[in-house]
């Protein structure tokens, strides 16, 4: 199978790159079988060395890295530049606080002394997409690294340039041979590598369906599973809120990385008696978007990551057109060349429409009123997903018992869904289960030993 860069801005073939064989894959699996021996066996302040070594480099290379984002998923290159910052951001931040974190901890039995202790597992998958393509390694090999875990990355198949480039920084950094291995293999393969015995874990951030086959496998071997999936985050604006603020959020919200992010905002909610105000500035920001070019300083609308992405989303506009819905703003792909669809807004949207439940993973945002913050939190708990969410008011304590009231991993008030090395980040029902990034997230791929200490008297 090849393994392809299209530049979605032309959908022009870029570069072409073939599979690894079986046998290139499974002697990849055993050196980093092998290298987890020596691994285990480093001190943190070595593993911090190396996380501040690509985290370095990173930043070094940050113009020609965040260019090879823009080109092979069409990112807005100053947005690509802000990925490659908060990705070196993330090294930096396990690698100082990742010791402190994973100490031993004190515990108080009864009888004897008795500790646990925080010790890697061993091999790791990790299964990543392509919208973020820096920052999803990042949040995964940063902590695990810091653990004493080798990695296996099975990118996403339209940014193996990113992965490539990820790999070398690795090399550069001064990682030993079989730590951080790209598999340049295609996706009907990762069953075969979650059963292999010597692979311990398995993470995964991409749509449910490939969430659902992965934990499967992971189950029936017996093995421990993160997974970020889908969302479809609701942006609540209740009376109170300061209007203004929220439009200019909710605009970044549902824009952001092309409104292909699986926290971006995207069912709009507004409570009665402020939905015109809102909904005509909404519509204001979303029509002076300029769309074009992702290397053009200029653009701020680039194009979806694929042909194909585009083509999808375009059909779920349609019906939700033909299921009743209306087109306020856009609707369409423009006249050029390009993965690109209008900004678009869509109202009138009801429980019975065709794609009322589904994740909409581009620029169109859904748009609903409601009569008041009650009906708001129920709207906002009514779908498949639960990954985050937003409530705009102006009273903070509101804010905080809205929050604790909608299903979902994640909750901001006055702010879109957002992401950073000190904050968690994950979801619950359809959107996944686990957690990335913080503290949290460097205790999913551990092991948690009991160490007891016994008198030779104690009959215990």
């Given at each position: ?41 480093t ?50 931040y396990?690698a100082?606080?990742?010791e ?19 010790s ?20 995964f ?17 339209i ?10 920084l690795?090399k ?14 295609s ?28 934990a ?9 599973s ?22 200019e ?51 701020n ?58 994740e909409?993973?581009?620029p ?23 990954l ?6 102006q ?65 215990f």
């Amino acid at each position: 199978m090849a393994i392809q860069t299209i530049n979605p801005s032309n959908n022009r073939i870029i570069k072409t790159y073939y599979e690894m064989s079986g046998a290139a894959v499974d002697t990849a699996v055993g050196q980093a079988t092998n290298a987890f021996q020596e691994w285990k066996k480093t001190d943190y302040k070595a593993r911090a060395q190396l996380l501040h070594n690509v985290a370095g480099l990173l930043r070094k290379n940050k113009k020609e890295l965040a260019k090879l984002i823009t080109l092979e998923m069409g990112k807005l290159l100053i947005h690509a530049e802000g990925e490659i910052k908060l990705s070196a951001e993330i090294f930096d931040y396990y690698a100082k606080n990742s010791e402190k974190m994973l100490a031993d901890e004190v515990l108080n039995p009864v009888h004897g002394k008795a500790f646990i202790r925080n010790s890697p597992i061993g091999v790791l998958l990790g299964i990543q997409p392509w919208n973020f393509p820096f920052y999803q390694i990042a949040r995964f090999a940063a902590p695990n690294i810091m653990i004493g875990n080798t990695l296996l990355i099975k990118h996403a198949s339209i940014v193996p340039q990113c992965a490539l480039a990820i790999e070398e920084l690795f090399k550069q950094a001064g990682a030993p041979d079989g730590l951080y291995t790209n598999l340049l293999i295609s996706k009907e393969r990762v069953a075969a590598l979650v059963a292999d015995i010597r692979v311990k874990g398995v993470s995964l951030t991409g749509s449910e369906k490939a969430g659902a086959s992965v934990a499967i496998e992971a189950g029936k071997h017996i093995k421990k599973s993160v997974l970020e999936l889908g969302g479809s985050d609701a942006f609540i604006i209740l009376e109170d809120a300061d209007i203004d603020k929220a439009v200019e959020w909710a605009v970044v919200g549902r824009i952001n990385n092309n409104g292909q992010c699986c926290v971006a905002s995207k069912r709009f909610i507004a409570v009665e008696s402020i939905v015109n105000e809102f909904l005509e500035k909404f519509k204001i920001k979303m029509a002076a978007l300029v769309l074009g070019d992702p290397m053009d300083a200029e653009t701020n609308l680039g194009p979806l990551c694929t042909e194909q992405a585009a083509v999808k989303i375009v059909d779920q506009v349609k019906r939700a057109v033909e299921g009743g819905a209306k087109v306020l703003l856009g609707g369409k792909r423009p006249d050029r060349d390009g993965a690109y669809m209008q900004a678009t807004i869509l109202t009138d949207i009801e429980p019975g429409n065709p794609v009322y439940y589904e994740e909409f993973f581009g620029p169109v945002a859904l748009f609903f009123k409601v009569k008041n913050e009650e009906e708001a939190i129920a709207l906002a708990n009514d779908s498949p997903f639960g990954l985050g969410g937003s409530v705009f008011t102006q009273d903070i304590e509101r804010g905080k018992r809205v929050a604790d009231q909608i299903d979902t991993g994640m909750v901001f008030i006055n702010h879109p869904t957002w992401t950073q090395a000190d904050l968690p980040f994950g979801g619950t029902k359809g959107s996944g289960y686990g957690r990335e990034m913080a503290e949290l997230g460097l205790q999913e791929f551990v092991n948690k030993k009991l160490i007891r200490i016994s008198e030779l008297t104690d009959p215990f």
